[in-house]
């Protein structure tokens, strides 16, 4: 039984499951119309890593909760299979991140009521926006039918909305807001654009410091508006914004890596974060017993130390950076 009440995870590991996507976000680098070569994560891995998440949790009576990522992560059929299996067998709690055209078929749906935590859609603006800007026309209206058919079938379902704050959605962010509180959404987190997936995008569409800097008063008085809509924002993600709209750096010495999170990417490499998979990756085959999951912050921070990634240098990981710490 998936609880009504919000739980404080010990330990979140995001799984990228496929590189494939069926939408043409210009910001995202695996929009469809992109030339490159598409991958599934392999079962072996996914299997590898659930036992042994499930065991450390069993062992150590800790709260995990494993969320799969895309491109669109519903693409890899096998993810519903997985979670259903895992909860079968584990403590353990799944989310998952989506573009939300999966939530079109009604088996979706249903193993996400049964066994999904949360959901995170992403939506980025009011209709001619949204529609625009992932090449799907209708597809805002679609959310909004089809995430209150959701709500029916699954009411103990946190539904969250992740929006990418840009140039051209920053003025329209109150009115998205207003918007999802009227469809029930439980919660709102925000990135700011970035540059890395589509540096030919970034440059025009970037938030403007002036933007920036008028981001913490449109919070507040979103809050206070929409009470029942929590917006998770803070003080440090804020400064992680206002550093990149500035051009500023912002090195990180030590984020205690593998701790509470890590990250799985399609190849099947563990790392702290998206960004260090090359550096710090650690394969899922090195996983033998819940005690290599107890051994694994360790392996992280040993390798930290031998080589400094880049990304620490000016870390992008808004995990880091407090995303999800509500002020």
């Known amino acids: 039984m998936i609880p009504a009440h919000p739980i404080v995870f010990d330990k979140v590991v995001v799984v990228e499951t496929t590189t494939l996507c069926n939408l043409s976000c210009p910001f995202c680098a695996y929009d469809h119309r992109l030339k490159i070569k598409r991958k599934n994560i392999d079962q072996a891995h996914v299997n590898r890593l659930i036992d042994s998440l499930g065991l450390w949790a069993m062992q150590h009576q800790k709260h995990v909760l494993i969320s799969w990522l ?4 519903f693409w890899q059929k096998e993810v519903m299979q997985w979670t259903e299996s895992a909860r079968a067998t584990y403590p353990l709690y799944f989310s998952g991140t989506t573009n939300g055209t999966p939530l079109q078929e009604s088996f979706v749906r249903k193993q996400i009521a049964e066994h999904f935590y949360e959901l995170t859609l992403s939506i980025d603006g009011l209709a001619s926006f949204h529609d625009e800007m992932r090449g799907r026309k209708g597809l805002f209206d679609f959310l909004k039918h089809t995430l209150a058919l959701l709500r029916n079938e699954a009411p103990r379902l946190r539904i969250r909305v992740n929006v990418v704050l840009m140039r051209s959605n920053f003025e329209m962010f109150p009115l998205l807001c207003q918007e999802l509180h009227q469809w029930g959404i439980q919660e709102v987190t925000i990135n ?3 540059g890395r997936d589509r540096p030919e995008f970034y440059p025009e569409n970037r938030l403007l410091q002036e933007q920036v800097k008028k981001l913490p008063a449109m919070v507040q008085e979103l809050r206070k508006a929409y009470p029942l809509l929590p917006l998770v924002f803070n003080d ?16 990180v010495e030590e984020c205690y890596p593998g701790r509470s999170y890590f990250f799985v990417d399609v190849e099947g490499r563990m790392a702290p974060c998206p960004y260090t998979c090359q550096e710090y990756g650690h394969k899922i085959e090195r996983l033998q017993t819940s005690l290599d999951m107890d051994q694994l912050p360790l392996q992280f921070s040993q390798k930290r130390a031998l080589e400094k990634a880049s990304y620490c240098l000016d870390c992008p990981c808004t995990n880091v950076h407090g995303k999800f710490v509500e002020s």
């Open 70 to 73: 895309g491109g669109e992560p």
């Open 192 to 194: 700011q654009l970035g």
């Open 236 to 251: 440090a993600y804020y400064r992680r914004f206002y550093a990149s709209a500035t051009d500023q750096k912002i090195p």
